[in-house]
């Protein structure tokens, strides 16, 4: 296949929050957001995915197995900039909703855009993970957040 077929092909190191890293494949080409779909997962406190629906297993392109265990950093895009998270992190933490719109990489290194939120689950008064629903990005706000995004990174 030409290059025009797929979009161009590189190998990126990706280093997450934690201190760990991996070698990426990135393909720039982008899978659209299905219509009418929801794309839903759940972590524990820390951001281990712990639930993720059929659309979230369809879109991300791995499997159920492969996603509940793992940090949601799996699908951390290098052109999202670190500060994105941190607003997401600060927000969620402190009992509060989160909203944006977030490029998501997939296994087979393409990638699609959100627009997310983000909610803690609070139990009996206590912190016990959050969820995250996904739902189709308009194409106006994805351009806009690619330009505020490159300014970022
Ligand atoms: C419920 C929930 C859903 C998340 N969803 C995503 C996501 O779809 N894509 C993503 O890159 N990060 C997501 N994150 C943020 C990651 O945990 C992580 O902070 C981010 O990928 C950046 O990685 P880093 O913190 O290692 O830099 C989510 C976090 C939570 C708590």
Do not use: C
């Amino acid at each position: 296949m030409s290059e025009q077929d797929t979009g161009s092909v590189s190998d990126v190191l990706i280093k997450y929050y934690d201190g760990t890293e991996r070698t990426a494949t990135i393909v720039d080409e982008e899978v659209p957001y299905p219509d009418g779909k929801l794309i839903v997962s759940r972590t524990d406190p820390q951001g281990i995915i712990t639930h993720a629906n059929q659309a979230f297993v369809d879109m991300s392109a791995y499997t159920r197995e492969e996603l509940i265990g793992t940090n949601h950093y799996i699908l951390r895009h290098p052109d999202m900039p670190a500060v994105a998270f941190q607003g997401l992190w600060e927000t969620i933490e402190s009992g509060k909703k989160w909203q944006g719109y977030v490029k998501n990489l997939r296994k087979d290194g393409k990638y699609y855009w959100v627009k997310a939120t983000v909610i803690p689950n609070i139990r009996n008064g206590k912190l016990v993970g959050y969820t995250s629903v996904r739902r189709k990005p308009s194409r106006s706000k994805i351009r806009e957040s690619e330009a505020l995004y490159e300014t970022l990174k």
